[in-house]
């Protein structure tokens, strides 16, 4: 601990500048690897991630990877964030479903693209700690709720986008139910024990699937029924 402790110090004098690590970050991690939706772009490069994470971790906020952000549970690597807001393809106009808040990072770069932002969280205290942080740093776009997603946000819908960041074995009807005509979703699904990245888009109530990455997510959990 205390090793780690003089690292992050060390760490921490070394690379006080994190303007020019987040820049970083949008370049070797974001733009080389092929992400071109400037929105996104824009919004990656101007979002502090380092004040979504722990205390401990801010000097980690730009590595290419996710962190521990407390209650067992993770913000996601940063390209991972990005190619699943890109693959959304979202306009200013649109109003956005995120179902695990986590730290509220993802929120706030969606929360840059579009004009509003609703997201729920699980485990209290982290909805309550990314609701503070959200609103410390100036978004009123951004409508947190602590509780289980799998229902959705029935008095919101239609959405014109959702976005699941944590892993379900199927996406919850609901969820699909709640998407606008034209609307997509995005979720890490979970078969025969690995997880995709899969873009959901709905037309006259049918749903079309694409399999895309495969990732790594915490599981999708679900409250005491
Ligand atoms: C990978 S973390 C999310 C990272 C987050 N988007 C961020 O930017 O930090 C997944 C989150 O989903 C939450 N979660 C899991 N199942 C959920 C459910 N049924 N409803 C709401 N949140 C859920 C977890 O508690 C965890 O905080």
């Not at 690292?7 to 370049?27: C, D, H, K, P």
């Not at 993770?74 to 179902?99: G, H, R």
């Not at 509003?116 to 609701?131: D, M, S, W």
Request: charged content about 20%.
């Amino acid at each position: 601990m205390i090793v780690l402790i003089l690292i992050n110090i060390l760490y921490g004098y070394t690379f006080q500048n994190y303007t020019s690590m987040r820049a970083n970050m949008v370049e070797n991690q974001i733009i080389s690897r092929g992400i071109t939706h400037q929105a996104t772009i824009a919004a990656m490069q101007k979002v502090p991630r380092h004040m979504y994470v722990p205390d401990e971790f801010q000097t980690f906020a730009y590595d290419d990877r996710p962190l521990p952000i407390g209650n067992n549970q993770t913000i996601s690597q940063p390209y991972i964030v990005a190619y699943m807001t890109e693959q959304l393809n979202l306009k200013p106009s649109d109003k956005v479903l995120e179902i695990g808040t986590g730290s509220g990072y993802q929120a706030a770069i969606l929360a840059e693209i579009v004009n509003k932002v609703f997201t729920i969280e699980i485990i209290k205290p982290l909805g309550q700690r990314a609701a503070t942080t959200l609103k410390n740093e100036g978004y009123t776009n951004v409508f947190c709720r602590i509780g289980d997603g799998y229902h959705g946000w029935k008095e919101q819908q239609p959405f014109d986008a959702i976005i699941i960041t944590a892993s379900p074995p199927e996406v919850p009807e609901a969820l699909f139910n709640q998407l606008s005509d034209k609307g997509q979703l995005i979720a890490p699904v979970e078969e025969n024990g690995q997880q995709f990245l899969v873009l959901y888009t709905k037309s006259k109530n049918k749903i079309k699937s694409k399999r895309l990455l495969a990732v790594r997510f915490v599981p999708f959990t679900r409250d005491k029924q």
